[in-house]
């Protein structure tokens, strides 16, 4: 006869003594201990329920007030219940570590993550973005995104909102320029989405990565690919980017340009006599005259090897008309100021942009050089009437 180690915890529903006795005399008799808890009411069998630890359930079908068949549908009511609330303990422990796990992640990241409303207030910022900004979580929360963004870009980090609330998400990330508590700037990339409670969405949730090293150096490349190495001026492509901004601009206010277009005279024949690093140094003081005969606003750049191209306003005395008859005596008190073996030549053409005949860059210079040469060849003709070498 088999026997368990451990008594069986029975829930007996039963209002006879003496047949709840029986039971458990049969049970004993097949080697089966029990423990019987007899309860013959409804409230001492739900009580029973609530208490739980019961093993096996045994019920008099024949009661009267509370039958079995009554009991056994308040067992699988209570079940359900016992499941649902054990899905819901599951769930809830499921989410805490959600909450968890995600709080650590926002607290923790070396990225900003943000959270404002659709009005640009902040609701939350995390350590990285605060230390960032050098503001504590209570001063984040008293601003408004207006208070952090360039002025220059307001409109484009609410025209972003706006963008998030309609897609849900940035449709791509974008470069804020934000002032720090200490005054200085700093670059963000951004990326945002919207975030909901109760199924509706309530804020704006971003990540912000400091970009600042990085628009410092696009901005240190593209100078040193505008700047030419040798003289400091504008290279070749320096000159293009800003001389078409400045024509365009020259358009829209009818401002009239002058061109200048120089060439130094015989920098061949220096190189070739005196050594490249004379020629050089001629180099260098061509851009240092050049720089004192021309204002600081007007674009000046070294075009090619012994080619220098001016374009300025003709309000700063530079005009075709009036800039060749004072160059001749700047350039005069230039030599006389250097400490040179020969003096500084330079040949020049010169032109006149109209905003009302507009035409291209490369037509302009194509004019000046033009008339450049003329001068070039006047000065070798001169040379020659005069017994000199060419």
Same mark, same amino acid.
């Given at each position: 006869?088999?026997?368990?180690?451990?008594?069986?915890?029975?829930?007996?529903?039963?209002?006879?003594?003496?047949?709840?006795?029986?039971?458990?005399?049969?049970?004993?008799? =097949?080697?089966?201990?029990?423990?019987? %808890? $007899?309860?013959?009411?409804?409230?001492?069998?739900? *009580?029973? @329920?609530?208490?739980? &630890?019961?093993?096996?359930?045994?019920t008099d079908h024949t009661l009267a007030a509370f039958d079995g068949r009554s009991a056994l549908d308040l067992v699988k009511e209570r079940s359900t219940e016992a499941e649902e609330n054990k899905a819901r303990e599951a769930a809830e422990?499921?989410?805490?570590?959600?909450?968890?796990?995600?709080?650590?992640?926002?607290?923790?990241?070396?990225?900003?993550?943000?959270?404002?409303?659709?009005?640009?207030?902040?609701?939350?910022?995390?350590?990285? =973005?605060?230390?960032?900004?050098?503001? %504590? $979580?209570?001063?984040?929360?008293?601003?408004?995104? *207006?208070? @952090?963004?360039?002025? &220059?870009?307001?409109?484009?980090?609410?025209?972003?909102?706006?963008?998030?609330?309609?897609?849900?998400?940035?449709?791509?990330?974008?470069?804020?320029?934000?002032?720090?508590?200490?005054?200085?700037?700093?670059?963000?990339?951004?990326?945002?989405?919207?975030?909901?409670?109760?199924?509706?969405?309530?804020?704006?949730?971003?990540?912000?990565?400091?970009?600042?090293?990085?628009?410092?150096?696009?901005?240190?490349?593209?100078?040193?690919?505008?700047?030419?190495?040798?003289?400091?001026?504008?290279? $070749?492509?320096?000159?293009?980017?800003?001389?078409?901004?400045?024509?365009?601009?020259? &358009?829209?206010?009818?401002?009239?340009?002058?061109?200048?277009?120089?060439?130094?005279?015989?920098?061949?024949?220096?190189?070739?006599?005196?050594?490249?690093?004379?020629?050089?140094?001629?180099?260098?003081?061509?851009?240092?005259?050049?720089?004192?005969?021309?204002?600081?606003?007007?674009?000046?750049?070294?075009?090619?090897?012994?080619?220098?191209?001016?374009?300025?306003?003709?309000?700063?005395?530079?005009?075709?008309?009036?800039?060749?008859?004072?160059?001749?005596?700047?350039?005069?008190?230039?030599?006389a100021s250097r400490n040179s073996v020969a003096p500084l030549s330079i040949s020049i053409g010169a032109v006149c942009y109209r905003p009302d005949k507009p035409c291209s860059i490369d037509e302009l210079l194509a004019q000046a050089d033009?008339?450049?040469?003329?001068?070039?060849?006047?000065?070798?003709?001169?040379?020659?009437?005069?017994?000199?070498?060419?």
């Open positions: 006869m088999n026997s368990l180690k451990q008594p069986l915890h029975i829930l007996h529903l039963e209002e006879n003594a003496e047949d709840a006795e029986r039971i458990r005399r049969i049970l004993a008799e =097949a080697g089966i201990a029990c423990d019987i %808890t $007899r309860v013959a009411t409804r409230r001492a069998f739900e *009580a029973a @329920l609530r208490q739980g &630890g019961f093993e096996l359930i045994l422990e499921a989410m805490e570590e959600t909450v968890s796990r995600y709080r650590a992640l926002y607290d923790r990241a070396l990225h900003c993550v943000y959270v404002h409303d659709f009005d640009g207030n902040f609701v939350d910022a995390n350590e990285a =973005a605060l230390n960032l900004l050098g503001y %504590t $979580r209570n001063e984040v929360l008293s601003l408004n995104i *207006a208070s @952090l963004v360039d002025k &220059g870009q307001l409109s484009m980090a609410f025209k972003t909102i706006n963008e998030i609330r309609q897609r849900g998400s940035q449709k791509f990330p974008r470069q804020f320029k934000l002032r720090k508590k200490n005054g200085e700037e700093v670059w963000l990339e951004t990326d945002a989405c919207l975030i909901y409670r109760n199924d509706k969405p309530y804020a704006i949730q971003g990540i912000a990565l400091d970009i600042t090293d990085r628009i410092r150096l696009e901005r240190e490349l593209r100078k040193l690919s505008l700047i030419d190495s040798l003289t400091g001026l504008y290279n $070749r492509r320096g000159f293009f980017t800003h001389a078409e901004h400045q024509m365009k601009l020259a &358009g829209r206010t009818q401002n009239r340009l002058t061109l200048v277009f120089a060439d130094v005279d015989d920098l061949k024949s220096i190189n070739d006599t005196r050594g490249h690093g004379e020629g050089d140094k001629v180099l260098v003081e061509t851009a240092t005259f050049l720089k004192t005969v021309f204002r600081e606003s007007d674009i000046i750049a070294r075009v090619g090897g012994d080619e220098f191209v001016v374009l300025a306003l003709e309000n700063s005395g530079t005009d075709a008309a009036s800039g060749l008859v004072r160059w001749s005596a700047e350039l005069e008190a230039f030599n033009r008339l450049m040469y003329e001068q070039k060849g006047d000065k070798r003709r001169c040379l020659v009437e005069n017994g000199g070498g060419v």
